[in-house]
């Protein structure tokens, strides 16, 4: 049984999946969850001349982000699971490195894109940094198609889904 779980959130529909079977497991074995979330680092370009007064504001929305998506994984969480939060301003993968070794977890859960081995090589993959790195078990959580379009809200749905008519053709909706 998994009783100290931490997950890594993101705002994405991948990471609230995680989040949900990291509460789900929290549940079976009367657990506890650790939510982790890093704030965004600033582009490499916000250094520059050009863009040092840029870079403050960007900064501090950063942290505003982080902050703001850590407040809507907590609200998710039942009152029934006790939950700890952390908000770290390292770089994602070294924030995940330090919540493991200095945390008692049994358990790593986070999301992924799913994206093939070429991109994640090109673009980096913080779950397969993790499955090679975390001294502790990983669970890597997919959002599908069906999780992302049952979040969304009806009206939403609907207007993307509304079929266009083309000229005089059949009917063509969105992919």
């Known amino acids: ?6 997950v890594s959130v993101d705002g994405s529909d991948h990471a609230q999946r995680a989040l ?36 403050t504001v960007t900064a501090l929305d950063l942290e505003r982000e982080a902050v703001g998506i850590m407040k809507l994984a907590v609200a998710r969480v039942p009152d029934d699971v006790p939950v700890t939060t952390i908000v770290s301003r390292r770089p994602i993968r070294s924030a995940l490195a330090c919540a493991v070794k200095s945390g008692d977890h049994d358990l790593l ?3 992924s894109r799913g994206r093939r081995a070429l ?4 673009l980096g993959s913080v779950s397969h940094y993790a499955l090679n ?15 992302a379009l049952r979040e969304e809200s009806s009206a939403e749905r609907s207007t993307r889904e509304r079929p266009v008519q083309g000229d005089g053709g059949p009917a063509i909706a969105p992919a």
């Open 1 to 6: 049984m998994f009783r100290n779980i931490l």
């Open 20 to 55: 949900e079977e990291a509460i789900d497991i929290a549940r079976a074995g009367n657990g506890r969850i650790t939510i982790l979330t890093a704030v965004c680092q600033p582009p490499a370009w916000a250094a520059t001349a050009i863009g040092a007064n840029a870079a």
């Open 109 to 111: 859960v986070m999301g």
């Open 119 to 122: 991109a994640a090589s090109l």
């Open 133 to 147: 790195h975390s001294p502790i078990p990983v669970l890597i959580v997919h959002a599908d198609r069906s999780y």
